[in-house]
């Protein structure tokens, strides 16, 4: 099968690609290598790298293609409130642009990125949330998504898919630390420190990178009555914040690396909420990676780095952003390194 996988370069994308080219799929990544190239520069006979944005995909793109997996965009909160206008210009406008291009190349089977974040609501709940839950979107990030699935599930694509995720975690070639578990780790080797907000005391559904990869191919290779036109969860397990946090303290005190939490009060509303990955269960694919698992990994790798290197603003998508922005105003005006 013929699968271009757009941000095939990024954090999920450098762990997913490999394992399409494994299972024995032609690969065509669409990245514009913001981050880096991944593990994009190990090329086999059956990977392609076509480099580009989602603003203007080449119009043959998509051509011979039996399917698209879609990671590329702005990826989270902070990146997509730094820059709201651009955010909807790449990640609602680029799909469409993407899904119009499948159209007209005949594409089978497209499978979107979307986000958990879609759940997360103004008001309180003890509830854990289906995909039958109203979605009343608070974010540009999460508003974008909303829009995506909405162009997908009314356009022409034969099989379309959505996968909302939880907050993804792990160790990745393309690693990112600025998503919870992840930042922890980071903080902990980097300051002997763990700082929690509200106590701690929210919810998240978090998911490993591995298990979403594995998603992804899940969605691709299943028969097309168990996944068309389908949104489905993808979920490991629920956590308290505190709790990751003491799952992060255990495991860098088993490296030597002594860590403090400290748990703060907070005043503004924090992110909480709970989702059931029931659905993707039932037809066939439940993710395993805990957090202890999937964070003795980064802990074990992430140990071999240097400060220097874990303070890479490459491993956080706003910081690596906001010098990117600096660097191109001052080429603006003239200024040159």
Same mark, same amino acid.
């Given at each position: ?103 007209? /190349?005949?594409?089978?089977?497209? *499978?979107?990125? !979307?986000? $958990?974040? %879609?759940?997360? +609501?103004?008001?309180? #709940?003890? @509830? ?59 903080? /902990?080797?980097?300051?002997?420190? *763990?700082?929690? !907000?509200? $106590?701690? %005391?929210?919810? +998240?559904?978090?998911? #490993?990178? @591995? ?127």
């Amino acid at each position: 099968m013929r699968v271009v996988v757009t941000g095939g370069a990024g954090y999920i994308g450098s762990v997913l690609v490999p394992m399409l080219i494994h299972r024995g799929h032609e690969v065509v990544v669409f990245d514009a290598y913001l981050y880096g190239a991944g593990q994009c520069d190990e090329r086999p006979a059956n990977l392609r790298i076509v480099r580009g944005t989602l603003e203007a995909p080449p119009a043959t793109l998509l051509d011979g293609a039996d399917a698209v997996i879609h990671l590329a965009g702005y990826s989270n909160d902070p990146t997509a409130e730094f820059a709201p206008q651009r955010t909807m210009v790449v990640n609602v406008t680029g799909t469409h642009k993407l899904i119009e291009l499948a159209q007209a /190349a005949r594409v089978e089977r497209f *499978i979107l990125a !979307s986000s $958990a974040s %879609l759940y997360d +609501r103004e008001t309180e #709940s003890a @509830a854990v949330l289906d995909e039958t839950a109203e979605i009343v979107p608070q974010s540009t990030y999460s508003k974008s998504k909303q829009l995506c699935e909405d162009l997908l599930f009314d356009s022409a694509i034969p099989c379309p898919v959505a996968l909302r995720k939880g907050t993804i975690f792990g160790w990745s070639p393309r690693m990112r630390w600025d998503l919870v578990v992840n930042t922890m780790v980071r903080d /902990a080797l980097l300051s002997g420190v *763990i700082t929690v !907000s509200n $106590a701690g %005391l929210m919810w +998240r559904p978090l998911v #490993s990178v @591995a298990d979403a990869a594995r998603a992804y191919v899940f969605a691709l290779e299943s028969h097309e009555t168990l996944v068309k036109g389908q949104v489905f969860n993808v979920v490991q397990d629920n956590y308290q914040i505190k709790t990751v946090a003491a799952i992060v303290r255990e495991l860098c005190d088993a490296f030597e690396h002594p860590v403090n939490v400290q748990l703060q009060p907070g005043a503004s509303k924090p992110r909480d909420y709970r989702i059931t990955g029931a659905k993707l269960t039932k037809v066939g694919f439940t993710p395993t990676v805990t957090v202890s698992r999937g964070a003795f990994e980064v802990v074990e790798k992430a140990s071999l780095w240097s400060k220097k290197a874990l303070a890479d603003p490459h491993g956080e998508n706003i910081a690596w952003l906001k010098v990117m922005t600096e660097v191109a105003g001052l080429l603006e005006t003239g200024v040159r390194p």
